[in-house]
């Protein structure tokens, strides 16, 4: 079995800044491709950045610049680390991984439970 577990979410006031963590643990071989995604209220589940094992990003338009993605390959991490935070960006905070774990050979996706991330004033 593999788990990720979502830490560090909050209030904050707009322009401010919250940091996002989530280590995999379980039975892993390897970790691929992940990603945090967000679902703010009344609103589907979207993308917010994904890296690949290698290092390479992506990022919705919306926190293009506000935003940063990292991952520590050693530790099983990936981190969002998210500055000039605005209210659009409250939302649940999802941590998603493509895993391979030691039992198969493909990988499958999993899920964080979410953390909460309020923006107000």
């Known amino acids: 079995q593999v788990q990720l577990v979502e830490s560090g979410g909050g209030l ?3 322009g401010g800044s919250l940091r996002l963590s989530c280590v995999a643990s379980g039975s892993i071989g ?3 491709d992940m990603r945090w995604y967000r679902q703010g209220p009344g609103k589907q589940r979207e993308l917010v950045a994904g890296i ?3 290092g390479s990003t992506n990022y919705a338009d919306s926190v293009k610049g506000r935003f ?3 991952r520590d390959n ?3 991490t990936v981190a969002l680390q998210m500055n000039s935070l605005k209210p659009e960006d409250t939302a649940d905070y999802y941590c998603n991984a493509d895993v391979r774990s030691l039992l198969t050979t493909t990988s499958m996706n999993y899920w964080g439970q979410g953390t909460q991330v309020t923006v107000s004033s």
Do not use: F, R
Request: aromatic share 14%.
């Open 12 to 14: 904050v006031q707009p």
């Open 30 to 32: 390897s970790i691929y």
């Open 52 to 54: 690949t094992y290698t």
């Open 68 to 70: 940063a993605i990292s």
């Open 74 to 76: 050693a530790k099983k």
